[in-house]
């Protein structure tokens, strides 16, 4: 997967695509991301790629010119191609007013060849980069930024790590929180693991006495159907307490009532 940025502060991303999974997938040449200066595409001596909107308002918004002349240049194809599916490719704008990101988006927007991320800045940008520009507006979450650089970072490591081989164990990325039901094969004879849509289970590690506080007997009984079900238990409960939204109106619904009643009736 190629990944381009454009941004007004480019080292910005110095640090968040320098670590981790995201780096070693560049390495593995599993991922190429590269980041581009907005300001490069301007033409006035002071650089500037924003201005006051039409209508008058508070506070400056993110040209149109500089933003397009970007993309031609990066031979990004026209919003048809893209659209046809003839180019596997997509141009997100990242923005406050935009689609709240999540995990079955990061694992759309791992199928492409190529994705544009455009970094919103300042009050907003040109309605035009979002109408003629960009497929689709994004954004993680319900607060405001002063960018959409943080954003545009949290995006790119949710999808790098989707990519086949970022990952040392393939089954990591399908049994974690919001992995999508559908997307969960049956767990075999010798797997424990499988989120199905719902928040991860408590995990434990040595000590198995911490000060007093113990790792729970069902995963130290070695039987995996009573650790699956206990996983699969606790998963429900801690949705059901943090995450209820993510039980309404979902295959896993009728099945979180039951393992909750189950749960509730062994605690009697």
Partial sequence: MKADIVTIFPDFFRGPLQHGITRRACEMGLAEIRVHDLREFTHDRHRTVDDRPFGGGEGMVLKPEPVFECLE????PSCEARKSGAARE??????????RFSQAVAQELAQFERLVFICGRYEGVDER????????ELSIGDYILSGGELAAAV???AVTRLLPGALGNEASARQESFTDVADVQVPG????CGSGGLLDYPHYTRPADFRGMKVPEALMSGNHEEIR????????EKTR??????????AVNQDAEKSLAR??????
């Fill in 241 to 250: 307490a943090n995450r209820p939204d993510l039980l309404d109106g979902t």
């Fill in 263 to 268: 749960a509730k009736r062994k605690t009697r």
């Fill in 129 to 136: 980069v979002a109408e003629f520009l960009a497929d689709r």
């Fill in 189 to 192: 004879p010798d797997s424990t």
């Fill in 73 to 76: 240049s990066l031979g990004v």
């Fill in 155 to 157: 995006m790119i490591e």
């Fill in 90 to 99: 997509s141009v997100i704008l990242l923005s406050p007013q935009g689609q």
């Fill in 229 to 236: 079900r206990w996983r699969r238990e606790r998963a429900l």
